[in-house]
């Protein structure tokens, strides 16, 4: 090792480390205070709950709509989006009638359940093994 | 030049010294939403499976759950816990379909504080998922819900609960909640979840994908995301930052022209998606040429090097299972011609894994899968993991032409292999494709990668049984996608990206502790990430004996206390350390 080269490099370093040991002292400080100020903002973006259904959506097909987004701008300066259901990506899966199985995405548990739910009943024809087909 | 010295002879150092300070990682713990009897904590007692211990169905799916946390955990850096706040429910399914679950960011910040070396937002005004933001704030933005006591999660995630072998729910197919992958026709929860979660970490745009609008920020301007100012249409020449509500509507649906642009992501493409795979027929030359094949979901993926050898049709008897002798629905008969060659079979009567796996057992290197019905040529389905040779599958005239080489007794030899002239997945300039289907398929379209990759990938819409429960190169490029949005990598987590830290292994500890020696003194960063105790080390790496080790960290607590750093006193009580130490 070259203690030359980590003078040098040290050197380099404090010059701006003297003031940002300090500066990171004083940001964390401020994270602190900050952290305890979001706990007063939490009440503003109430929780989405637990085990509930799924809130119904808007009348628009299978998207999201961006608009309605509930959005809060804090003093600090930060916007906060709180993004509902639909902008959750949900995963569906169709068993074909080779009996192969076909995955899809909606925007959001409701939109995929409503595609479900439209998908005409069939017999399932075959379902185990899975057959050859794959396109 | 001294930089790079410095940060080579100290990551050596480190490297010898610290192994404490390994890789981070991140923290992502799953949050049982579930009330008590539903969900995961459902009692139905269930066997331990593919190594899941769990000995009731609740517990099962919260291992695999927390086995997917723990393979983002593993995979992204993050000094901020993630907490995914899960259950499981009922949702739709009928006998063909279901919805099996969803999974994303609960919030967007933007504009947001940071605190340390942490880099705070990507760009301002620019939205990032919540664990994102928290990531590169470096603390909780928003610690707590609404009660003001219980953390907060950053991703919701729901799953259906009635994916449970009842037969009216997709005819009995069910979770595979094992952890080896091995899921024969059932649904692996654990892809599925590394899918979802990945949408969660920000693997999504939030525009929407109809009227190309963006989500306004609380003033009413709108706001494009970190995931979005890599997205560039190829058509336009613009990024999807740059458009037009109406532009970016028009981008959403414009097949093959559209790629995510990011450093990471372009540098990975090569070796991810290195190209389309291909039958090179090498001999004879009234046939040589490169055919166009179709993929299976199992067996052995397609390299650069390929698989080389004579073509040979496999034979088995003419029976029941398969009515030719050419199908390879039972035991290959001729396994001396076909050991160690490429077998060529036909399609037809039994599943394409039944034929791969006969040539298998017969000692063929590859299949070749021949048509029995003209057209294009099209992939294989089905899943086998004992399958571990590479098959294709090639159209019926392709077919026919072997076969009549082979039967006029004239040696065809092949290689299944990547075509790296043809790309697949990528653009002609080597960027990755997303997904934009000429129709619009909000939920998929814009949010994965485009259907055309090859190998599959774990961000592509659908779920492919090829999958590996990898989520980086060489297999994926999620976690490249991932790093391009924000998501730096940051072993020591000090919040300077590992490619900008000088010091990538630091020594954290709050107290200089030198080779066991705890000194008292505190133990700052400095802005190159490195902290004293990493200099300390530093020396140790460079001094050829004890007594010089000493005299460097002597000089070198002079220029931290004459920098007003460490004062008289906790200089000699490093230096006093240093001495007692058996460095280096």
């Given at each position: 090792m070259d203690r030359a080269v980590v003078r040098i490099v040290l050197a380099c370093a404090l010059t701006m480390a003297v003031g940002n040991v300090a500066g990171a002292q004083s940001n964390q400080a401020s994270a602190n205070a900050q952290q305890a100020k979001q706990k007063k903002h939490a009440n503003q973006i109430p929780d989405s709950g637990l085990d509930q259904p799924e809130p119904e959506q808007g009348a628009d097909p299978f998207e999201r709509v961006v608009e309605t987004v509930p959005v809060t701008v804090r003093a600090d300066g930060t916007i906060v989006a709180e993004l509902d259901e639909s902008f959750m990506e949900a995963a569906t899966v169709t068993i074909a009638a080779d009996g192969a199985l076909t995955f899809g995405h909606y925007a959001g548990l409701a939109n995929a359940n409503r595609a479900m739910r439209l998908l005409p009943a069939r017999v399932l024809p075959q379902v185990f093994p899975i057959l050859e087909e794959k396109e | 030049m001294m930089r790079g010295a410095f940060t080579a002879a100290l990551t050596a150092a480190l490297g010898l010294g610290v192994a404490a300070h390994a890789r981070a990682g991140a923290t992502v713990s799953i949050v049982n939403g579930n009330a008590a009897g539903l969900g995961f904590n459902d009692p139905a007692p269930r066997a331990p499976i593919g190594g899941n211990a769990g000995t009731t169905l609740g517990e099962q799916r919260l291992i695999a759950f927390q086995r997917a946390a723990d393979l983002w955990g593993a995979a992204i850096d993050s000094a901020v816990p993630i907490r995914i706040l899960a259950t499981f429910d009922a949702q739709v399914c009928t006998a063909t379909s279901a919805t099996l679950g969803s999974a994303g960011s609960r919030f967007l910040y933007a504009n947001f504080e940071k605190t340390g070396l942490y880099p705070g937002p990507v760009l301002m005004n620019t939205w990032h998922g919540g664990a994102l933001a928290d990531k590169r704030a470096g603390f909780?933005?928003?610690?707590?819900?609404a009660d003001g006591v219980t953390p907060r999660a950053d991703i919701r995630a729901r799953f259906n609960s009635l994916l449970n072998g009842n037969p009216a729910c997709l005819g009995g197919?069910?979770?595979?909640?094992?952890?080896?992958?091995?899921h024969g026709a059932d649904i692996d929860l654990i892809t599925v979840l590394l899918h979802e979660f990945s949408h969660g970490l920000g693997f999504q745009q939030f525009a929407s994908v109809t009227t190309g609008a963006q989500i306004p920020s609380g003033a009413g301007v709108p706001l494009t995301d970190v995931f979005g100012v890599h997205i560039f249409d190829n058509t336009q020449q613009k990024y999807w930052n740059q458009m037009s509500d109406a532009e970016r509507a028009a981008s959403a649906k414009n097949p093959g022209a559209v790629v995510f642009d990011g450093t990471a992501v372009n540098a990975a493409v090569p070796l991810v998606l290195p190209g389309a795979p291909a039958l090179f027929v090498t001999a004879p030359a009234a046939i040589a040429g490169t055919l166009a094949v179709g993929t299976a979901s199992f067996g052995a993926k397609l390299t650069s090097a390929g698989v080389s050898s004579g073509v040979v049709v496999a034979l088995d008897a003419a029976n029941a299972a398969g009515p030719s002798t050419s199908d390879a629905c039972t035991a290959i008969t001729n396994t001396g011609a076909v050991a160690g060659r490429i077998a060529l079979v036909d399609r037809g009567t039994c599943g394409f894994v039944v034929k791969v796996k006969n040539a298998q057992d017969a000692g063929a290197v590859g299949v070749i899968v021949a048509d029995n019905v003209a057209g294009a040529v099209a992939g294989m389905g089905g899943f086998d993991l004992s399958i571990t040779i590479p098959a294709v599958r090639i159209t019926l005239a392709n077919g026919n032409a072997i076969k009549a080489k082979l039967g006029a007794s004239v040696l065809v030899s092949a290689t299944i292999a990547i075509n790296p002239a043809v790309h697949a997945g990528s653009d002609a300039t080597g960027h990755a494709l997303l997904y934009t289907p000429a129709t619009v398929a909000p939920g998929s379209t814009i949010s994965h990668w485009d259907t055309s990759a090859y190998p599959n990938q774990l961000m592509e819409p659908f779920n492919n049984d090829d999958l590996t429960h990898s989520v980086k190169p060489p297999e994926d490029l999620t976690l490249p996608l991932l790093g391009d949005i924000g998501w730096f990598a940051d072993g020591d987590v000090d919040g300077l990206a590992d490619s900008l830290d000088?010091?990538?292994?630091?020594?954290?500890?709050s107290i200089v502790i030198v080779d066991g020696e705890n000194t008292g003194v505190a133990n700052p960063m400095f802005t190159n990430g490195c902290t004293i105790a990493d200099l300390v080390l530093a020396e140790a790496a460079g001094a050829k004996n004890h007594g010089k080790f000493v005299s460097g960290v002597a000089h070198l607590l002079n220029v931290l206390r004459d920098a007003g750093i460490i004062s008289g006193a906790e200089k000699g009580r490093i230096q006093s350390a240093a001495a007692h130490s058996s460095l280096p």
């Amino acid at each position: 090792m070259d203690r030359a080269v980590v003078r040098i490099v040290l050197a380099c370093a404090l010059t701006m480390a003297v003031g940002n040991v300090a500066g990171a002292q004083s940001n964390q400080a401020s994270a602190n205070a900050q952290q305890a100020k979001q706990k007063k903002h939490a009440n503003q973006i109430p929780d989405s709950g637990l085990d509930q259904p799924e809130p119904e959506q808007g009348a628009d097909p299978f998207e999201r709509v961006v608009e309605t987004v509930p959005v809060t701008v804090r003093a600090d300066g930060t916007i906060v989006a709180e993004l509902d259901e639909s902008f959750m990506e949900a995963a569906t899966v169709t068993i074909a009638a080779d009996g192969a199985l076909t995955f899809g995405h909606y925007a959001g548990l409701a939109n995929a359940n409503r595609a479900m739910r439209l998908l005409p009943a069939r017999v399932l024809p075959q379902v185990f093994p899975i057959l050859e087909e794959k396109e | 030049m001294m930089r790079g010295a410095f940060t080579a002879a100290l990551t050596a150092a480190l490297g010898l010294g610290v192994a404490a300070h390994a890789r981070a990682g991140a923290t992502v713990s799953i949050v049982n939403g579930n009330a008590a009897g539903l969900g995961f904590n459902d009692p139905a007692p269930r066997a331990p499976i593919g190594g899941n211990a769990g000995t009731t169905l609740g517990e099962q799916r919260l291992i695999a759950f927390q086995r997917a946390a723990d393979l983002w955990g593993a995979a992204i850096d993050s000094a901020v816990p993630i907490r995914i706040l899960a259950t499981f429910d009922a949702q739709v399914c009928t006998a063909t379909s279901a919805t099996l679950g969803s999974a994303g960011s609960r919030f967007l910040y933007a504009n947001f504080e940071k605190t340390g070396l942490y880099p705070g937002p990507v760009l301002m005004n620019t939205w990032h998922g919540g664990a994102l933001a928290d990531k590169r704030a470096g603390f909780e933005i928003d610690p707590f819900e609404a009660d003001g006591v219980t953390p907060r999660a950053d991703i919701r995630a729901r799953f259906n609960s009635l994916l449970n072998g009842n037969p009216a729910c997709l005819g009995g197919r069910q979770w595979y909640l094992g952890l080896d992958r091995n899921h024969g026709a059932d649904i692996d929860l654990i892809t599925v979840l590394l899918h979802e979660f990945s949408h969660g970490l920000g693997f999504q745009q939030f525009a929407s994908v109809t009227t190309g609008a963006q989500i306004p920020s609380g003033a009413g301007v709108p706001l494009t995301d970190v995931f979005g100012v890599h997205i560039f249409d190829n058509t336009q020449q613009k990024y999807w930052n740059q458009m037009s509500d109406a532009e970016r509507a028009a981008s959403a649906k414009n097949p093959g022209a559209v790629v995510f642009d990011g450093t990471a992501v372009n540098a990975a493409v090569p070796l991810v998606l290195p190209g389309a795979p291909a039958l090179f027929v090498t001999a004879p030359a009234a046939i040589a040429g490169t055919l166009a094949v179709g993929t299976a979901s199992f067996g052995a993926k397609l390299t650069s090097a390929g698989v080389s050898s004579g073509v040979v049709v496999a034979l088995d008897a003419a029976n029941a299972a398969g009515p030719s002798t050419s199908d390879a629905c039972t035991a290959i008969t001729n396994t001396g011609a076909v050991a160690g060659r490429i077998a060529l079979v036909d399609r037809g009567t039994c599943g394409f894994v039944v034929k791969v796996k006969n040539a298998q057992d017969a000692g063929a290197v590859g299949v070749i899968v021949a048509d029995n019905v003209a057209g294009a040529v099209a992939g294989m389905g089905g899943f086998d993991l004992s399958i571990t040779i590479p098959a294709v599958r090639i159209t019926l005239a392709n077919g026919n032409a072997i076969k009549a080489k082979l039967g006029a007794s004239v040696l065809v030899s092949a290689t299944i292999a990547i075509n790296p002239a043809v790309h697949a997945g990528s653009d002609a300039t080597g960027h990755a494709l997303l997904y934009t289907p000429a129709t619009v398929a909000p939920g998929s379209t814009i949010s994965h990668w485009d259907t055309s990759a090859y190998p599959n990938q774990l961000m592509e819409p659908f779920n492919n049984d090829d999958l590996t429960h990898s989520v980086k190169p060489p297999e994926d490029l999620t976690l490249p996608l991932l790093g391009d949005i924000g998501w730096f990598a940051d072993g020591d987590v000090d919040g300077l990206a590992d490619s900008l830290d000088q010091c990538p292994a630091s020594d954290r500890r709050s107290i200089v502790i030198v080779d066991g020696e705890n000194t008292g003194v505190a133990n700052p960063m400095f802005t190159n990430g490195c902290t004293i105790a990493d200099l300390v080390l530093a020396e140790a790496a460079g001094a050829k004996n004890h007594g010089k080790f000493v005299s460097g960290v002597a000089h070198l607590l002079n220029v931290l206390r004459d920098a007003g750093i460490i004062s008289g006193a906790e200089k000699g009580r490093i230096q006093s350390a240093a001495a007692h130490s058996s460095l280096p």
